[in-house]
């Protein structure tokens, strides 16, 4: 009786094996897929985060040192696909003045 119920569940719980689909044809339009992206930078001096412009930040040596103007400029930038490979992104190009952040 068991090995009756085993080689029936065996026999119900198989099934045929899928085949792979057929290639994509290279003419066929493809959905593309929009999202958003955002950086979240930060201006250091040593370890400490400067907030504001002319406030003197201490370093690991002891030496003072206050911002007057802090710009980073990032361009050519690129999307790293699940598969290893990179897509640039078009116009990509970020400036980013603190005094105009919050």
Same mark, same amino acid.
């Given at each position: 009786?068991?090995?009756?119920?085993?080689?029936?569940?065996?026999?119900?719980?198989?099934?045929?094996?899928?085949?792979?689909?057929?290639?994509m044809d290279p003419g066929t339009p493809v959905e593309?897929?929009?999202?958003?992206? $955002?950086?979240?930078?930060? %201006?250091? +001096?040593?370890?400490?985060?400067? /907030?504001?412009?002319?406030? =003197?930040?201490q370093t690991l040596d002891g030496?003072?040192?206050?911002?007057?103007? $802090?710009?980073?400029?990032? %361009?050519? +930038?690129?999307?790293?696909?699940? /598969?290893?490979?990179?897509? =640039?992104?078009?116009?990509?190009?970020?400036?980013?003045?603190?005094?105009?952040?919050?």
């Open positions: 009786m068991i090995v009756l119920l085993f080689l029936s569940l065996t026999i119900i719980a198989c099934k045929e094996k899928e085949d792979d689909p057929e290639p593309i897929k929009k999202g958003t992206f $955002a950086f979240h930078l930060h %201006s250091y +001096i040593d370890e400490s985060e400067v /907030d504001l412009y002319n406030i =003197p930040y030496r003072t040192i206050s911002l007057s103007l $802090a710009q980073l400029y990032i %361009s050519e +930038i690129e999307a790293e696909h699940t /598969d290893g490979s990179f897509h =640039p992104v078009e116009s990509s190009v970020v400036l980013k003045v603190l005094d105009k952040e919050t």
